[in-house]
């Protein structure tokens, strides 16, 4: 992940589920000379930062040895006008994993109100070449390593 878009861990259950915090400000870079007058956040950066927190949870549960590469979305549904000055509940759940791959569902709240979905994601696995990395990585997001 070159850019990451959440930011922080609060809950995972490796294999299982995970719960993460987006605060989004007007300092966005992705905002800056943007909408300058109605600033609105990009559905699909919103759909990157589900997919890149879910992607943790088969991650510590194959104990950092491992990337995820997505493969697909289905079932995808956006916020028509997400403003700046939010903090959004980013949560994922994996219905399954493997060594090969992973797939799961991940949904964004603003206060328990489900504001975007993807039904379904599947990611493929391939080796990460250094996983103690990955486990410092994730530590400083706030994940238990």
Same mark, same amino acid.
């Given at each position: 992940m070159r850019f990451l878009l959440f930011d922080r861990v609060v809950e995972v259950v490796p294999g299982k589920r995970i719960h993460g915090v987006k605060s989004v400000t007007l300092t966005e870079p992705y /905002?800056?000379?943007?909408f300058t007058h109605a600033p609105l956040v990009p559905g699909p950066l919103l759909v990157e930062a589900m997919?890149? *927190? /879910?992607?943790?949870?088969a991650i510590t549960k194959h104990d950092f040895q491992l990337s995820c590469v997505l493969s697909v $979305?289905?079932?995808?549904? *956006?916020?028509? %006008? $997400?403003r700046p000055g939010y903090a959004i509940? $980013?949560? &994922?759940? /994996? #219905? &399954?994993?493997?060594? %090969?791959?992973? =797939?799961g569902r991940a949904w964004a709240e603003i206060d328990g109100e489900e504001i975007a979905r993807?039904?379904?994601? =599947?990611?493929? !696995?391939?080796? !990460?070449p250094d996983p103690? #990395? $990955?486990r410092k990585r994730f530590a400083y997001f706030g994940g238990p390593a």
């Open positions: /905002l800056d000379g943007h997919i890149q *927190l /879910l992607a943790w949870t $979305l289905e079932d995808v549904t *956006l916020p028509p %006008k $997400l509940d $980013l949560h &994922g759940q /994996l #219905m &399954g994993t493997n060594p %090969k791959g992973s =797939i993807v039904g379904r994601v =599947i990611y493929g !696995h391939v080796p !990460h103690e #990395m $990955l």
